[in-house]
């Protein structure tokens, strides 16, 4: 199987620290150039910019809230002036929100969350689209989450964000396939990163939450990011509209192993 992504333009949003790290270092392993997008943490983004270019990767970073338009256009057109355009772009940037019931949620926090997870998604692929229609070719990786059909009590923003991501994934694959350009999304489990932590560094949490995953075990990051490599290369070629789980079968009901 050939993940080669040798030459190709990659932005990864929200890349400076677990999954967004872990994907841009994947892209890069793989060949492509690679832009690590950020908004706090400068530090973090120039050691994942250092780690690809001490294997061989090109790399840039920059920073821009992708739920802000002109911050948005402002870092394509970096990439315009720096690389002349974009092959693979994985909305990765995403928040989970503060917990809280729908009656009780403060409202423009919930407002906060659908910016950033969803409108920012959109933005970023709105141009991306732009640039790959007219070269006839491109891949989008919408990172969503196994919330994107399993509820999640208390964290209604999230789940909507992320259910409304997998509708866009598909209509953006509908509109842009005539013109050579993927879009799908990659939905990750229950996945070792430091954001939740306090979950898995916790011995009961953590084993309440393994009832939850057929497979009894945590993901890591390199496998998100090995997966986001693969999806954009050549390899999956015949791959657009969907959503490929990386879940440990969490999404497979696990409560009904041993019947209904």
């Avoid at 503060?98 to 906060?112: I, K, M, Q, Y």
């Avoid at 969350?113 to 640039?131: M, Q, S, T, Y």
């Avoid at 990750?188 to 979950?199: C, K």
């Amino acid at each position: 199987m050939n993940v080669n992504l040798a030459g190709k333009r990659a932005l990864v949003t929200g890349a400076n620290s677990g999954l967004g790290r872990a994907i841009a270092l994947a892209l890069g392993a793989a060949g492509a150039r690679v832009v690590i997008d950020y908004v706090s943490e400068p530090e973090a983004a120039e050691e994942v910019a250092f780690a690809l270019r001490a294997d061989g990767a090109e790399a840039m970073t920059f920073l821009a809230d992708v739920s802000n338009t002109d911050e948005v256009s402002g870092m394509f057109a970096a990439l315009d002036a720096r690389w002349g355009g974009i092959d693979v772009l994985v909305n990765n940037a995403g928040i989970d929100g503060e917990r809280a019931l729908g009656w009780e949620a403060n409202v423009d926090a919930w407002r906060r969350v659908l910016e950033i997870d969803l409108l920012g998604p959109f933005l970023c692929a709105h141009e991306a689209l732009r640039r790959m229609v007219a070269q006839g070719s491109g891949v989008i990786i919408n990172v969503t989450s196994v919330h994107e059909v399993i509820p999640w009590t208390g964290y209604s923003a999230y789940t909507a964000a992320k259910a409304g991501l997998s509708m866009l994934t598909k209509t953006l694959a509908q509109e842009a396939a005539p013109h050579g350009v993927r879009v799908l999304a990659l939905a990750p489990g229950a996945i070792r990163t430091p954001i939740n932590e306090a979950v898995w560094s916790d011995r009961d949490a953590l084993a309440d939450l393994l009832t939850k995953i057929p497979m009894n075990r945590l993901g890591t990051p390199e496998e998100i990011g090995a997966m986001a490599a693969l999806l954009a290369s050549d390899a999956a070629s015949y791959v657009s509209g969907s959503t490929v789980f990386v879940d440990g079968a969490m999404t497979a009901y696990p409560s009904f192993a041993h019947g209904g």
